[in-house]
Structure formats: structure tokens, C-alpha cells
């Protein structure tokens, strides 16, 4: 499996911004997606994942929406609202619907919020 994100750019607080991720390799429907971020100096940290259902890290919920096209074999994440504190790499990552560990992982695209 082979991840690609993109979409990344300078942005100001309050702007929205989509990034998107390529999925190629397997049966992208059969994967559970993430997406994932890391500022300088800090842990990554989950930001979203969609399968069945979408899950939200309480720092995005409410501003940020995760959805996937599996015709296209890819993955978005719509930021709102954008924060100095959203600062960072984000990663796409994926896993088979059958294991629980993220075991596959895009190159990040980094998205810059200035105040």
C-alpha cells in the first residue's frame, strides 16, 4: 500500500484548507483511514479516522470533517476554521479492516496557520 498526501499551504486563522490523500496498492474499501499530525517539538497525534464511522480528536470536532471516496481511492480531511495551534505535518496512515495498528503511512503535508 502506497499513501500520498496533499493539499498542504499556508493558511490564517479562520481559513479552511482540504487535504487529500491517494491510496494505491490494495482494495481501499477493505482499509480503515486516519489522519494524523505532528507540530515541531510535539508528539504526532490523531486527528481522524473513517471506516464505518468517523472518529474525531476533541482538539478538530466540530471543525474538521474526514470523508473518503473509494471510487477515487481517496481520502480528505476539510479544515475549518483553521487555528495557529493546527500547525503541523499531517500524515495520512492506513490499516486493514482486520488488525488494529496503523501499519501504513503517507508522507506529510504541512499545513502552516499564521494568526
Known amino acids: 500500500v502506497q499513501l500520498q498526501a496533499s493539499g498542504g499551504g499556508l493558511v490564517q486563522a479562520g481559513d479552511s484548507l482540504t487535504l487529500s490523500c491517494t491510496f494505491s496498492g490494495r482494495t481501499f474499501s477493505n482499509y480503515v483511514m486516519g489522519w494524523f499530525r505532528q507540530a515541531p517539538g510535539k508528539e504526532r497525534e490523531f486527528v481522524s479516522s473513517?471506516?464505518?464511522?468517523?472518529v474525531y480528536a476533541d482538539s478538530v470536532k466540530g471543525r474538521f470533517t474526514v470523508s473518503r471516496d473509494n471510487a477515487k481511492n481517496t481520502l480528505y480531511l476539510q479544515m475549518n476554521n483553521l487555528k495557529p495551534d493546527d500547525t503541523a505535518f499531517y500524515y495520512c496512515?492506513?490499516?486493514?479492516?482486520?488488525?488494529?495498528?496503523?501499519?501504513?503511512w503517507g508522507m506529510g503535508t504541512l499545513v502552516t496557520v499564521s494568526s
Open positions: 473513517i471506516f464505518w464511522r468517523t
Open positions: 496512515a492506513a490499516h486493514h479492516r482486520a488488525v488494529d495498528d496503523w501499519r501504513v
